[in-house]
């Protein structure tokens, strides 16, 4: 049996030379956001404790269909998605794991096959990460697990200084994360994957397809306002961490989708005109009477976007598995580099 190494690692300045700290990074982007002529926030500061708990409250509301997509391809294509690593030793690299529930279905398959492979979620979350750790533990004693509690690229090149040695990396970027990034940006997360990754080694994509307009618009708006309070706590962590004053009730939540762009986009959008201090920034921001601070993109793709996307950023496509509706896709890709790129 293999022995068991359950832990995780919270990647700090000692990892990585001359970056400031989580609350340093967050400051400056709020800063920043708030100061543009159009407000926004990052998304990525949506998953703080409560935001991680109230997203998984959203995966599992009916009119939220992303999740539920995945999970039957994944139950229907885990012996396929096995069958590509029968032999080798694997890293299976998971970006924004949440709970896990999708890749446990994996997990256990390759567990039951015998695969020799170790689980490393990474994620800015470390409230998430304690939760997934210690719920693997429970459940799967005899696998080997070793998260990492930072940005995405910090960890994957910290991982590859460490415990690469030889094996093939399969990164999992799912529940369509992929889509909040706009196409450019899109494009240069994934060739900066490309750049830390070596040449054969998997990712495997999450894309949640363009579809019927009002389905979408009833995830991102729905009955019981999860959604709603997912935006909103994005004001209450400045609030917590930054000693920012937001009035939470002078906010409303709105969602739409942009038919040119092809995303669906959220806002809190001020009630009336009113000033917000934030004291770890040392300074106030005047919000109009209903102007929108936009907060999140999630970009609908065609299958020839995948394809584009692909072979713009250095990857070739290996196969690609739909759920029964046709709503999502999970398309797996392996990586490319040329010759001289491998000397």
């Keep these: 049996m293999i022995a068991k190494t359950t832990a ?3 990647l700090d300045h000692r990892d990585l030379e001359g970056s400031l700290d989580a609350k340093q990074i967050f400051a400056l982007d709020v800063l920043q956001g708030l100061s543009e002529p159009q407000k926004r ?3 990525r500061y949506f998953y703080d404790e409560e935001g991680s708990r109230l997203f998984q409250e959203i995966t599992s509301l009916p009119e939220y269909y992303l999740t539920a997509c995945e ?14 690593i029968e032999g080798k030793r694997v890293n299976l690299i998971e970006l924004g794991p949440g709970d896990g529930h999708k890749s446990l279905l994996l997990i256990e398959h390759l567990l039951e096959r015998g695969i020799n492979f170790e689980y490393v979620p990474i994620d800015i979350s470390e409230p998430a990460m304690r939760d997934l750790t210690e719920d693997l533990s429970r459940k799967l004693p005899e696998l080997k697990v070793h998260g990492i ?5 910090d960890g994957l090149k910290w991982l590859n200084r460490i415990k690469n040695s030889g094996k093939t990396n399969v990164v999992l970027f799912m529940g369509s994360n992929i889509g909040n990034m706009n196409r450019a940006r899109s494009r240069t997360f994934l060739r900066s994957l490309w750049n830390v990754l070596n040449h054969h080694d998997y990712v495997l994509i999450g894309f949640d397809l363009k579809k019927d307009i009002d389905l979408m618009l009833r995830a991102y708006n729905d009955s019981k306002g999860v959604t709603r309070e997912f935006n909103l706590n994005l004001l209450r962590r400045i ?12 906010f409303v939540h709105f969602a739409h989708y942009d038919v040119f762009s092809g995303a669906m986009e959220s806002y809190l959008v001020s009630k009336e005109q009113q000033s917000v201090f934030i004291s770890e920034i040392g300074q106030s ?16 793709y065609l299958e020839f976007d995948i394809e584009d996307l692909a072979a713009s950023t250095g990857f070739t496509i290996e196969t690609q598995f739909y759920d029964s509706s046709h709503f999502f896709a999970d398309s797996i890709w392996r990586v490319q580099k040329p010759s001289k790129a491998l000397s």
């Design 8 to 10: 995780y690692r919270v």
């Design 41 to 43: 926030l990052s998304s």
């Design 71 to 84: 999970y039957e391809i994944f139950k229907t294509n885990r012996s396929k998605i096995a069958d590509l």
């Design 149 to 153: 509690v930072s940005e995405y690229f």
């Design 239 to 250: 609030n917590r961490e930054l000693g920012g004053n937001f009035d939470i009730s002078k």
């Design 285 to 300: 921001f005047l919000f109009k009477a209903w102007e929108p601070l936009h907060t999140e993109y999630s970009y609908k």
